[in-house]
Every structure is written in structure tokens, then in C-alpha cells.
């Protein structure tokens, strides 16, 4: 009789068996979590059979933080510390949180606006990475085990700021991210792959918060994204506030005339915070029951116990909100431009985001390109499909039939800030990513040792109209006449859409260090501090999440490993084999006790002892490649 | 890594040469980049994670310079040892800088007047032109090997590639 096979603790017996990975939309409105489970992407729903999480944190005075409906039930009561519509911060500072016209008081910090509640200062990845942990045990209930990671989806217009924000809140949830991934990408694998689409697709993605537009080209199980554009700024939120501003002109609160209603009904008094927050999910139903009827009643009681009560027409609520479907379409034209295609050229139009059903959208959309454009999978869910098939392909769960590669770009062009305040572009926008480009500068004064660099994103050429991303600085370079130094700027941008920045002077050979400050976005220490602050303070429990972590780290590269030697180990001479033998062997033993610090450096003795071994597989992926290619044209 | 020390005509087994056959090129990128992207590479170690980063990166590069004529051909008089930049600045003629002068008016005319169909025979006028100059790239190159030659006509259609920019976006502002 066969003995039992016990595998040692957090060793997996088989080094393939399936792991557990998700595809998350983090929205501006809703969040979902969705999975590939026997071979089909479902949505996961909660215990109440809801799919659709609202993305609105509850921070209450019982120091109970609660997610989704229980939240936005209070969210009318108590305004300032129940936060809606969170991602439109992510990565933002507090003039552009301000522009946004919201009850919440900010408090300025440096990179991050922060929103002030009752248990504290929150910063935007805080409260975002609360609504990432529901999903995230709802997977983990759901799929019967501990998540692997997560391909997390952003608006594909989102910056480098928006975009690190949003890693930071996975980490901080302890979901690891296997990619972030555009939003109308994820929409066109979903659509690409269940309709079998080939060709030009476009993808119109109005979403809660957030605007985008890509251009993609379908052709034999390549996506490639030809152009993306869109604005971080625009989404249904917009529309309803325009139906608050339209609500308090009407009811005489404020002038007619009066630019800035909301901000004015405010600052006036007339209106208080718990008043707005009425009367935009009051804004918000009224849309959406337009998209249905022609007509609706804009019903809403207020605090001094009066009541907004005004009809309001389909008509009339296009044409108040007419110039924000037409910044879409003024969107869609110069991302088409980019793509070098005309409307015309496009083989499908795909609808995605919630604000799509807005009727006067659709008209807009099917009018500029003289067709329908397709919604028959639902515009609130499909992106979150689209990210799980992508997460269980990037889980290691490919197989014949079921593989695809995906060629993102990054939305916006990167720079650097040059003489009198001009942008030198480096890395243009729809660049195909991974990308690096690097530029050589020198120096303007005589004997200059140190140089400021600026790192900006954006298209104009004036520093001043772009986004500022950080500030480097470059010290030690010997004293050289003005001119004659070689300072090589290097940008890579990785397949996040994430940047990195190095500098270094060549022409002494003298390797200058660099100093990195965001200007935006939380630095790593500020990440640790909340990571600690998020749990009890106790040290106790700071080492057992400390060893967990690192225990986390060495099942995964131990398993990587183990699955690297079963492909390729004849890359390795006999002793050269015993000794990455030896390294696991430590790494398990180490791993079996709660030694952090020996398990980091178990860790990275694997790590070093393998780099060759990584180099030669690396080199026999791109032979094979080559090869292939060899035969095909014999053929 | 193999693919460091290779042009990207080596990289992606084309001949050396301007005239391309654009699917072999294409089907190459194609190839190689799926063979290294990091998408394949997300369960594996942080090392094999850079390294593929690294190889997609270089597949990536070698596909945007090799796709586009003006690059190709500055690419190729870069591995001759042939500076497009400098020789552009040294050898500007004087007829290509009178007509380049003659289009800048008539496109600031255009633009002020909204005048469409003066734009899109400047538009068919630049076009010609590109084509043109490709032509004679492509001579240069792979019939003469006159890479300095080549280099200032280089210059020029890049010149060409950004001006005729310039028309196609005052073309869409009017529309």
C-alpha cells in the first residue's frame, strides 16, 4: 500500500498545480472581482449574490471601517467620512482633489492629497486598498484558497502617479500584482476572445470617473494596442454634478448666472455637505432612470427639511450635459489620428464603462462612426472579465488553444524639463511597452558638479502645463568647463506602464549617485508606515507579518525554480546543478523556521546562484524564437 | 544575453539592407517579443522578470526603428559610422530649403484662411515629396552604399515626416 504524501508546510507538493489568480476593476463607481474557474471568467458575488461592490468607504465612530452598500447607506448621514469616488485622488494633489467640487476637507501633505476623517488623514491609497481587501477575501472565500495574485485593472489614460498609487494600494492590501492592466485592453481581450474579433477594434470606455479611448489591431491571438488616449478627469460623475448645478439654478439656491453653483451654494451656507451628497445620488438615479424613460422627477429632500422637487426631460438633460459628449468625440478624433486610421477603418466599436448607456452617448458614438458600436457584454462587468482571463494566462495557466500576447503602450508622453522651462520628450506617447530611451544633456556653467533633473509627463511643451512626476538629482560631477560634461538621462518604462529613472555622468567614468523625490505618489517609507499602521502596533505582530512576507517570497522563487529546472535543467553542468540544488535545500530548511532574517538571506543566495541560470534560459527562449523562424522560411 | 551585442538586423534575422520585406519584419518582432515578453515571465524569479523586461524592451526598440523608413535609414548610416544629424546640418541645400519655406507659407495660409482644398493639395504635394526622398534613400543605400550621401537626403525626410505632420493635424483641426 502506497504510503500518504505529506508535503512540508507552504511547500507545494506539485509545482503546477493551479494557482489562484483574479482579475480586480478597482472603479471609480463599482469594483468587481472576477476569475477564470473551469475555464470559463465569472464575476464573484458576495454572500448576498452581489456582484457589483459600490467603491465607498465608511470610516464610523465605532472605529468599524465598512465597504460597499453598507457604506454608501450612510453616505448622505454622515459626508465627510464616507468616502465616494475615491480613485478620481489616486495619485493627485490637493489643488486637483479641490477642482472636483466635494464636501470632503483635504489636508495638503506632500505627493498625495489626504481626506480627513474621523479615524485620521486618509490618503486616496488607503481607502482604495480597503475596498481591494474586501475583494480580496471575497476571492479567497470564493475560490477556496490563498490568492496568488491579481491582475488589477487602470484607466489606460491614468499617469505614472495613478498608476503607482494604485500598486500601492494592492500592496497594502497584500494582494500581489501580477499586472496592471488597461481597462479598454481588458475590455478587448474579453470581447476579442469570445467573439473571436479580428482587425481594428476601438474601445469607448466611459466609466464613473475616468475617460478612455484605444485603438487596437486583432490578429492571430496578438492584441496590439496602435493608440490610446482619453481624459483622467471625465466620467459619469461629471454628469450628475452637472445635474446638481442644473438643480440648484432651477430652485433659485444660487444665481442663474452663477459659474460655480455648488462651490458658491457651499461656501454660502446654503447648501451643506450632507445637502450635496443628496442630491447627487438624487443626480445620479435621475440619470440613469433617463437612460430608460424620457422623463424624471429630480426628488430630494434637504436638511432644513425642504425639498427639491423639478421634472426634469431627456432633452433637457442632454443638452446640459451636451459638451462633455462632445469632449469624448473630440477624444476619439485625435485618438484616431495617432491610430493613422480614419472612423471609417474601424472593423468594431466596443461600448464599456456603466456611462455608456446614457442614450445621447450612444447616438454620439454611433453617429461619428455611422454604425452601432457593440455592447452585448455588459459594460460594467467586462473589463473585470477581460483582467481575469489575462490574470489566469499570466498565472502560468496557458495552454494550446488558450494563449494569447498582449502589446500595451503607455498613454502619455514622458520628458524631461530642459532650459527656460521647455519639455524635451523622450519617451513619446503610444510607445509599445516595455520601452527605455535614454538622452544625453550637459552641463551650463563652468565647473557645474551637480544637475537638477525633472521628470514630467504630459504633450504640451511647457513644463508648466504638464504633470510633474519627480525630481532627481545628480551629484559629484567633476568640475568641467561648461558644455563639456555627458550626462545619459535613461528612462524605462515597464510593462506596468511604470517608470524608472537613472542618470550618470560618462565621461569621467565617475558613476554619480541619484536621488529620487516624488513629487507625486507616496515614497517607500510612507507605503511601510501604513503597512505597519494598518495592523496593530504591537512588534509582535509587525515580525509575524514581516515573516510572512518573507516567507511568501521564498515559496514563490523556490517554486519558480523548481518549475525552471524541470523545463530547462540541462542549461546546467552536473556541479553547477548541485549547487542551485544545495541553495533550495537551504531555503527549505530555513523556511521551515521563523528566522526572517535567515530566510531573506536564503533568499537571496537562490537568487544570486541562479542569475546565470535565468541568463541561459533567457537566451535559449529567444534561440528557439529565432530558430522557429529559421524553418518557417525554408518552408 | 544573446540579443545584446546584435544590430536589429542581426536581431531579427532581416538582411542588412533599407529595402525590407515589411512581413518577414513584422512576423519577426512578432516572434521574438512573444518569446520574451514579461507576460510569459510573471511566475518566474525577479532576475528572469529583468531579463525579460530587458529582451522585450530591446525587440520593442528594434521593431520601432526598423518599421519606420526615416529610421531605418538613419539606423543604417549609424552602423556605417555616418551621423544623420551632423550631416544634415552640414549639407542643407539651398533648394530644399526654398521649398521647404514655400510649404511653410502655404500652410500658414491654409490654416488662416480654414482653406481645405489648398490644404490637401499641400498634403498631396508633401506626400510625393516623402515618397520621393524614400526613393532616393533607398537608392543611396543599397544600390550605391553612398551612406554619406544618404545621410542628407535622411535629414531632409525626416524633415518631410514632421512637416507633413503638421498638414495632416491642420487638416483634422478643420474638421
Redesign the interface.
Known amino acids: 500500500m502506497a504510503l500518504l504524501q505529506i508535503s512540508e508546510p507552504g511547500m507545494s507538493p506539485e509545482p503546477h498545480q493551479r494557482r489562484l489568480a483574479v482579475g480586480i476593476d478597482l472603479g471609480t463607481t463599482n469594483s468587481l472581482v472576477a476569475a477564470v474557474r473551469s475555464s470559463l471568467p465569472e464575476v464573484l458575488e458576495d454572500e448576498h449574490r452581489h456582484a457589483l461592490l459600490p467603491s465607498v468607504v465608511a470610516y464610523g465612530n465605532d472605529e468599524r471601517i465598512t465597504v460597499g452598500a453598507e457604506a454608501a447607506a450612510r453616505a448622505i448621514a454622515d459626508p465627510h467620512n464616507t468616502i465616494v469616488s475615491v480613485k478620481r485622488f489616486m495619485g493627485r494633489g490637493i489643488d486637483d482633489a479641490r477642482r472636483h467640487r466635494t464636501a470632503y476637507r483635504f489636508t495638503d501633505a506632500p505627493g498625495m492629497v489626504r481626506i480627513q476623517t474621523r479615524a485620521g488623514d486618509k490618503s486616496p491609497v488607503e481607502v482604495s486598498s480597503e475596498i481591494l481587501k474586501v475583494l480580496r477575501r471575497r476571492a479567497e472565500m470564493s475560490l477556496g484558497g490563498e490568492l496568488y495574485g491579481a491582475v488589477i485593472t487602470v484607466p489606460a489614460y491614468f499617469d505614472d502617479a495613478q498608476r503607482q498609487a494604485t500598486k500601492d494600494a494592492a500592496r497594502l492590501a497584500g494582494i500581489e500584482v501580477l499586472r496592471l492592466l488597461n481597462e479598454p485592453t481588458a475590455a478587448a481581450i474579453a470581447y476579442g476572445l469570445d467573439n473571436g474579433t479580428e482587425g481594428r477594434v476601438v474601445v469607448f470606455d466611459l466609466g464613473g470617473g475616468t475617460f478612455d479611448v484605444s485603438v487596437l489591431h486583432l490578429s492571430r491571438g496578438v492584441f496590439e494596442v496602435v493608440a490610446t488616449g482619453g481624459d483622467s478627469a471625465l466620467g459619469g460623475d461629471d454628469f450628475d454634478r452637472r445635474i446638481v448645478e442644473w438643480a440648484l439654478r432651477e430652485t433659485g439656491l444660487v444665481q442663474a448666472a452663477e459659474p460655480d453653483p455648488i462651490g458658491s451654494a457651499l461656501s454660502a451656507g446654503s447648501l451643506s455637505a450632507a445637502d450635496l451628497r443628496a442630491m447627487t445620488v438624487e443626480a445620479r438615479r435621475a440619470k440613469e432612470a433617463l437612460s430608460d424613460s424620457t422623463l424624471t422627477t429630480f426628488s430630494c429632500p434637504l436638511s432644513d427639511s425642504s425639498a427639491v422637487r423639478l421634472p426634469l426631460a431627456r432633452e433637457r438633460f442632454d443638452a446640459i450635459t451636451a459638451d462633455l459628449v462632445s469632449r469624448t468625440i473630440t477624444v476619439v478624433r485625435r485618438t484616431l489620428r495617432d491610430a493613422r486610421i480614419d472612423a471609417t477603418d474601424a472593423g468594431s466599436v466596443v461600448l464599456v464603462g456603466g456611462a455608456t448607456r446614457m442614450p445621447a452617448t450612444r447616438a454620439a458614438v454611433a453617429s461619428f462612426f455611422g454604425r452601432p458600436a457593440l455592447s452585448n457584454i455588459d459594460p460594467d462587468r467586462v473589463v473585470a472579465i477581460g483582467a481575469a482571463m489575462q490574470a489566469n494566462l499570466l498565472a502560468g495557466n496557458r495552454r494550446e488553444g488558450y494563449d494569447w500576447l498582449l502589446l500595451d503602450v503607455i498613454p502619455l508622453s514622458l520628458g524631461l524639463e530642459t532650459m527656460g522651462g521647455l519639455v524635451e520628450k523622450i519617451v513619446p506617447r503610444n510607445s509599445t511597452i516595455p520601452v527605455a530611451r535614454a538622452q544625453e544633456f550637459t552641463t551650463f556653467r563652468d565647473g557645474q558638479t551637480a544637475l537638477a533633473i525633472h521628470v514630467v509627463q504630459g504633450e504640451r511643451e511647457l513644463v508648466s502645463d504638464c504633470r510633474s512626476l519627480a525630481r532627481f538629482e545628480l551629484r559629484g560631477i567633476p568640475p568641467m568647463s561648461a558644455g563639456a560634461a555627458r550626462i545619459r538621462v535613461s528612462f524605462q518604462v515597464d510593462s506596468d506602464g511604470l517608470l524608472s529613472v537613472t542618470a550618470c555622468e560618462q565621461s569621467s567614468g565617475v558613476k554619480a549617485s541619484v536621488a529620487v523625490r516624488p513629487s507625486y505618489g507616496l515614497s517607500d517609507d510612507e507605503i511601510a508606515n501604513m503597512l505597519q499602521q494598518s495592523f496593530s502596533s504591537a512588534s509582535a505582530d509587525r515580525d509575524a507579518r514581516a515573516l510572512r512576507e518573507q516567507q511568501v517570497e521564498a515559496d514563490r522563487l523556490y517554486e519558480a525554480t523548481r518549475s525552471a529546472l524541470d523545463v530547462d535543467a540541462d542549461l546546467l553542468t552536473e556541479s553547477e546543478r548541485a549547487v542551485v540544488e544545495s541553495l533550495l535545500a537551504r531555503l527549505r530548511e530555513t523556511r521551515l523556521g521563523t528566522d526572517t532574517d535567515a530566510i531573506r538571506h536564503a533568499v537571496d543566495a537562490l537568487a544570486r546562484g541562479t542569475e546565470h541560470f535565468a541568463s541561459r534560459r533567457m537566451d535559449r527562449a529567444i534561440s528557439k524564437a529565432l530558430a522557429g523562424r529559421r524553418i518557417d522560411q525554408i518552408d | 544575453?544573446?540579443?545584446l551585442d546584435k544590430n536589429y538586423f542581426d536581431l531579427l534575422?532581416l538582411p542588412r539592407a533599407f529595402s525590407v520585406d515589411e512581413r518577414?519584419l513584422e512576423?519577426?518582432y512578432?516572434?521574438?517579443?512573444?518569446?520574451?515578453?514579461?507576460?510569459?515571465f510573471?511566475?518566474?524569479?525577479?532576475?528572469?522578470r529583468r531579463?525579460?523586461?530587458q529582451?522585450?524592451?530591446l525587440a520593442?526598440?528594434a521593431?520601432?526603428c526598423l518599421r519606420d523608413p526615416a529610421s531605418r535609414a538613419a539606423y543604417l548610416c549609424r552602423l556605417e559610422g555616418v551621423s544623420v544629424d551632423s550631416a544634415a546640418r552640414a549639407g542643407a541645400s539651398a533648394a530644399f530649403l526654398s521649398e521647404q519655406m514655400a510649404w511653410r507659407e502655404a500652410l500658414d495660409e491654409a490654416r488662416l484662411d480654414a482653406n481645405r482644398l489648398m490644404l490637401e493639395s499641400l498634403q498631396q504635394e508633401v506626400r510625393a515629396a516623402r515618397d520621393k526622398a524614400v526613393r532616393d534613400v533607398a537608392d543611396l543605400i543599397d544600390a550605391r552604399g553612398d551612406f554619406e550621401a544618404a545621410a542628407r537626403r535622411v535629414g531632409q525626410l525626416m524633415y518631410i515626416d514632421r512637416f507633413s505632420e503638421q498638414v495632416?493635424?491642420a487638416l483634422?483641426d478643420l474638421?
Open positions: 544575453m544573446l540579443l534575422q518577414a512576423g519577426a512578432r516572434d521574438l517579443v512573444a518569446a520574451v515578453h514579461p507576460d510569459r510573471v511566475t518566474d524569479s525577479p532576475e528572469q531579463l525579460a523586461m529582451a522585450a524592451t520593442n526598440e521593431w520601432r495632416d493635424e483634422d474638421s
